[in-house]
C-alpha cells in the first residue's frame, strides 16, 4: 500500500460515503500520479510544514520505511460513546520534532464526531487539514471546528484502479506553536451531510 495515510480515516452514514480515502489510481506506469495518490495531501489527516509522514523514493514506488511508528493508544465503545486516540512520529525529524496525537469521539446522542488534534513537541509550525469527500456530497454544511477555516475545492479521487475523477476537499491552514491543539466536529445527522449537490 505505502501511503502516506497515518491517522487519517474514512465516515460512512448508513450506508453512503461521506469522507473518503482516494484510492491508488496507478502503480509504475506515472510516477508522479503514483505519489500523488499515496501523499499525505490526499489522506484525511494533518500535513505539518508542507512535509509527508514519510519521503518517498523515486527509484520504488512501494518503499516507504516505517519511520512514523504509529500505535493506538486507545479505543473504547460504549452505549452512548466511541473513543478512539492514536498517535504518529513522523514529523519527529523536522527541526523542531513534532508528535501527532488524534482521538475521535462519536457521541451516539446527538451524532457529533468531534475530531481533536494534538501537536506535542516545539517550535513554530504550519498545519494543513485536508478530508476528501464523496462526489455526491456537499462538505459545506457539517463541519465545525474552535480554530479553523475551511475551505472547498476540486480534488480527485480513484474509485477503480487507472480511473480518476474528480470530487471535493475541505482544506484548512493554520499557523501555530507546539503544544497545541484543535477541535473539528462533524454532523453525522443525515439532514445536516447528507445534502447532495
Known amino acids: 500500500h505505502a501511503h502516506n495515510d497515518k491517522l487519517s480515516f474514512e465516515l460512512m452514514i448508513d450506508g453512503v460515503d461521506v469522507i473518503i480515502d482516494p484510492g491508488t489510481f496507478?502503480?509504475?506506469?506515472?510516477?508522479?500520479?503514483?505519489?500523488?495518490?499515496?501523499s499525505i495531501r490526499n489522506h484525511n489527516t494533518v500535513m505539518i510544514d508542507k512535509r509527508e509522514q514519510k519521503s518517498f523514493h523515486s527509484s520504488n514506488l512501494?518503499?516507504?520505511?516505517?519511520?512514523?511508528?504509529?500505535?493506538?493508544?486507545?479505543?473504547?465503545?460504549?452505549?452512548?460513546?466511541?473513543?478512539?486516540?492514536?498517535?504518529?512520529?513522523?514529523y519527529e525529524n523536522l527541526a523542531d520534532p513534532v508528535t501527532h496525537r488524534r482521538s475521535f469521539l462519536f457521541s451516539k446522542n446527538d451524532g457529533v464526531l468531534t475530531i481533536t488534534d494534538f501537536f506535542s513537541g516545539r517550535g513554530a509550525h504550519e498545519g494543513e487539514w485536508n478530508f476528501i469527500f464523496a462526489p455526491s456530497i456537499d462538505p459545506r454544511t457539517a463541519f465545525d471546528s474552535n480554530l479553523l477555516l475551511f475551505s472547498a475545492s476540486e480534488a480527485e479521487y480513484s474509485p477503480a484502479y487507472g480511473i480518476r475523477l474528480l470530487t471535493s476537499r475541505l482544506s484548512a491552514i493554520h499557523s501555530f506553536a507546539c503544544p497545541f491543539d484543535v477541535k473539528i466536529s462533524i454532523s453525522t445527522n443525515q439532514h445536516s451531510v447528507l445534502e447532495f449537490s
Open 26 to 38: 496507478v502503480y509504475t506506469r506515472d510516477p508522479q500520479a503514483r505519489n500523488e495518490f499515496r
Open 62 to 90: 512501494f518503499l516507504l520505511p516505517d519511520t512514523v511508528y504509529a500505535q493506538a493508544i486507545t479505543w473504547k465503545s460504549g452505549e452512548k460513546e466511541d473513543y478512539f486516540c492514536g498517535e504518529h512520529r513522523g
